[in-house]
């Protein structure tokens, strides 16, 4: 497939706006600038970069407790991310959710989700919406190895073939659900094949190759938009770091870890790619990552200049305003 200089600088923009920012998260939090869980999506940006390059921005994507990357590839403010990981006031959720509870519905962002697997039956309810309401808006459910074990996996799935909903079910198999290599809880060796009992197209595809992630969205996408119903990708890939910063991971091997890196790190695949095709030169692609730098650091400074809630607000922002109307209290 013939991409544009332009398309290949968006890809590379994002993917390298995700291993930074993550990268800066990792050290902020060791340096205990930052509260709570955090969980690194650093080895799979090109995922969520394939994927998101796909769709427009009032389409839906779920996301889960690792969903940094979701939320930069769907086109979210970096200030606001930082600042609600730093948990300031000026973050999404005015720095009373954090990392884990990052939603930006301007952008069709639904939410981080601490609930693993919970993020079905929100894609397949935008999915319903979007089909009943008659737009051509299709609704993406990014979700992990481990949570495709869920009982809403099945529900979300077959709900959604059913209905022939416009949604997409993206696995990405990073091999581990937190201490556990896939393989020994499930029990088909490829996640896509499952979709066989759906009657929906399953297919596997390299989940460190943003241009083998694009393309299978892209059949998805079109597939859902045309009425076709939904569809399961299952993109292998590698979860780098631990499962949360600070996991002492006596699960794997540091061998393990520096050979998957080192020889498949999506980021280095892509640069290989564009630069021996001779379709993007180094100076450009430095460019991009000065750019990104520069606007990371501003978002970091921003965060770190922004004011803690005051103890006052507790009790503020958990209801959306009228609720009371709305419950009939
Ligand atoms: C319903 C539920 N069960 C268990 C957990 C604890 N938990 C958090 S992440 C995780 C593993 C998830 O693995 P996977 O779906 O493969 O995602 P990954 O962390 O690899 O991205 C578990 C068990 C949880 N948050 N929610
Ligand atoms: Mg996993």
């Not at 089909?131 to 459910?141: A, I, Y």
């Amino acid at each position: 497939m013939d991409f544009s200089k332009e398309q290949l600088k968006d890809f590379y923009r994002t993917m390298y706006t995700i291993r930074v920012f993550e990268e800066r998260v990792n050290e902020l939090f060791l340096a205990g600038k930052i509260p709570g869980f955090v969980h690194l999506y650093i080895g799979e940006e090109a995922i969520a970069t394939g994927v998101c390059a796909v769709l427009s921005k009032d389409d839906y994507i779920t996301s889960t407790h690792r969903g940094h990357g979701h939320t930069i590839a769907k086109g979210a403010d970096l200030k606001k991310m930082m600042a609600e990981i730093y948990g300031k006031t000026t973050g999404y959720c005015r720095g009373k959710g954090g990392s884990m509870h990052i939603a930006d519905f301007s952008i069709g962002m639904l939410g981080a989700n601490g609930v693993v697997g919970g993020g079905y039956n929100l894609a397949v309810g935008a999915a319903l919406a979007a089909k009943l309401m008659k737009t051509d808006q299709v609704s993406v459910c990014f979700f992990g190895d481990g949570a495709s074990n869920r009982g809403t996996f099945h529900e979300g799935m077959n709900m959604a073939a059913a209905f022939k909903l416009p949604a997409i079910f993206v696995c990405e198999n990073n091999q581990y659900a937190s201490t556990t290599p896939y393989r020994t809880t499930t029990s088909v060796e490829n996640i896509a094949d499952r979709a066989v009992g759906y009657g929906i197209p399953g297919v596997v595809v390299d989940g460190n190759d943003v241009f083998a992630v694009y393309e299978a969205a892209k059949t998805a996408v079109e597939r859902a938009r045309a009425g076709g119903g939904p569809s399961l990708i299952e993109a292998k890939t590698y979860r780098v770091k631990g499962h949360f910063v600070g996991d002492p991971e006596l699960y794997r091997s540091k061998d393990e870890v520096r050979d998957r890196f080192e020889n498949d790190d999506p980021l280095k695949n892509f640069r290989k790619q564009v630069l021996t095709a001779n379709q993007l030169t180094e100076g450009e692609l430095e460019e991009i990552e000065k750019q990104v730098q520069e606007e990371l650091d501003a978002a970091v400074a921003f965060a770190e200049e922004s004011p803690y809630p005051e103890p006052g607000e507790l009790f503020e922002d958990l209801y959306v305003e009228g609720w009371e109307e709305v419950c009939g209290k």
